[in-house]
C-alpha cells in the first residue's frame, strides 16, 4: 500500500518529533547568548543525519549555518563514519579556507 494511501486510511500515523527537540534544544542553550553572536558554524551533516536541525535551532540569530554532507546516504558515501582524524580533514580544510570559528560533526 502506499505511504500516502496508509495515511489516508488512517493506518499510519505521522508525528512531529523535530519541533519538540528543537524546543529543548533552545530550552537547553544559551539562546540570549547566541542571538547576539554573529558568526558563521560549518556543520558536516553525516550525509542526512540531523539535517535541518542546526539551521532551524540558530533561526532568529546572526549565526550563519553552511552545510556539508548534506544529502542524505545510510552508506556514508561509503566511508565510515569514525570520529578519527583523518574523516576530520575535509571540513578542517573547509573551516579553514571559510575563516568559519567553529566546526561540528
Do not use: W
Not at 519538540?20 to 554573529?38: P, R
Not at 543525519?49 to 540569530?61: D, H, P
Not at 545510510?74 to 567553529?102: D, L, Q, T
Amino acid at each position: 500500500m502506499p505511504y500516502e494511501q496508509g495515511v489516508k486510511k488512517q493506518l499510519i500515523q505521522t508525528a512531529d518529533l523535530d519541533s519538540g527537540y528543537i524546543e529543548f534544544m533552545k530550552n537547553y542553550l544559551n539562546m540570549n547568548l547566541l542571538k547576539k553572536k554573529n558568526c558563521e558554524v560549518l556543520l558536516d551533516i553525516m550525509h542526512g543525519v540531523g539535517n535541518g536541525y542546526v539551521e532551524r535551532l540558530f533561526k532568529g540569530t546572526n549565526i550563519k549555518v553552511d552545510t556539508m554532507h548534506k544529502d542524505a546516504d545510510v552508506s556514508f558515501a561509503g566511508i565510515a563514519p569514525e570520529p578519527i582524524e583523518k574523516k576530520f580533514e575535509g571540513i578542517n580544510r573547509r573551516m579553514k579556507n571559510g575563516g568559519m570559528i567553529s566546526a561540528l560533526r
